[in-house]
């Protein structure tokens, strides 16, 4: 068994969201000077916000998905 391989489960990819919408809010203050302004997002901040989010109320994962595995 390799070191560098593992499963992924559904805490870690929360985790990973977690850090990047942390990284995105900061970003945005980052760039706009306020962190909740109403500046428009960029379409690369427009693109983590939209692909980390996912509806509670469907089954995770979708049918069908395996968690990556690393290696």
Known sequence: ????RRSESKKDD??????LLEGLEDAYAIRTG???GDADLTPFEE?????????QAETYP????TFPKRG
């Open 14 to 19: 929360d985790a990973r969201t977690y850090r």
């Open 1 to 4: 068994m390799s070191i560098f």
């Open 62 to 65: 979708p049918a069908g998905h």
């Open 34 to 36: 306020d962190p909740c």
């Open 47 to 55: 693109t983590v916000l939209f692909g980390v989010g996912y509806d």
